[in-house]
């Protein structure tokens, strides 16, 4: 009974190829988030999606694109993987997240999934 | 503009002692929310403590405990009598309360805790 979950947890690929990593939360929460962990271990926020609505889209490249099939599940695809890519990445969600940001409101994180590109 | 700063990357205790891990945070926001994530060696983020702006009541939950003080914008960790599995990296984070950034956390550095036995 995972709450969020992450596939992969591992991933290695070459430079230049395309993948996806797969998020998923039972949690019944409305937003969803990618995070970025670098190898310095610093956490930054990559995108937010809420109810599949795109709501914070920070300065990433525009090789990341994610993908909410519905508010459960938010999908992240990288194209051309670079080096510099490979990262931690949390998949987080909460409740609300933010129309209506409750003072309970919290994110759960998934495992991860490190990234390594050679 | 938000922004966390844990001063300390590193900190090494033997067994049974003591130790604070310090987050101070800065915000324009008269509402905002302040949390504490463990994350072990295993690599997973688990949450540990939200606090509100409002509340400034300090919280003890078993071995942790959290001292909230708005008047030096710190919100600080507290272990009592460590333990060898609470060796972890804990990151201290902040949320606003309102504007075009709802929802992001703002991570701190982290703090590498070592327990030895």
């Known amino acids: 009974d995972t709450a969020v979950s992450q596939t992969p947890k591992y991933l290695v690929t070459q430079m230049g190829n395309d993948k996806s990593i797969k998020c998923e939360q039972n949690?019944?929460?409305?937003?969803m988030y990618w995070y970025k962990q670098d190898s310095k271990k610093f956490l930054k926020i990559m995108f937010s999606y809420n109810n599949k609505e795109l709501i914070i889209n920070e300065t990433v490249p525009n090789r990341f694109s994610p993908k909410s099939p519905d508010k459960a599940h938010l999908n992240l695809h990288i194209n051309s993987l670079e080096l510099g890519d490979s990262a931690v990445y949390f998949c987080a969600s909460s409740q609300k997240g933010y129309r209506v940001l409750s003072s309970t409101d919290t994110q759960y994180f998934g495992p991860g999934t490190r990234l390594t590109v050679l | 503009a938000q922004k966390v700063t844990q001063v300390q990357t590193e900190i090494s205790v033997v067994e049974k002692e003591d130790v604070t891990l310090d987050c101070v945070y800065e915000t324009r926001d008269t509402t905002y929310y302040l949390f504490w994530y463990k994350q072990p060696p295993s690599g997973e983020l688990v949450f540990l403590i939200r606090r509100n702006s409002f509340d400034e009541q300090n919280e003890i939950s078993g071995r942790y405990s959290w001292n909230f003080q708005k008047s030096t914008s710190s919100f600080n960790f507290t272990i009592t009598a460590s333990q060898v599995v609470d060796s972890a990296v804990y990151f201290c984070a902040l949320r606003q309360g309102r504007g075009s950034t709802l929802g992001r956390l703002y991570f701190g550095r982290g703090t590498q805790l070592t327990v030895w036995p």
């Open positions: 949690l019944g929460h409305d937003t």
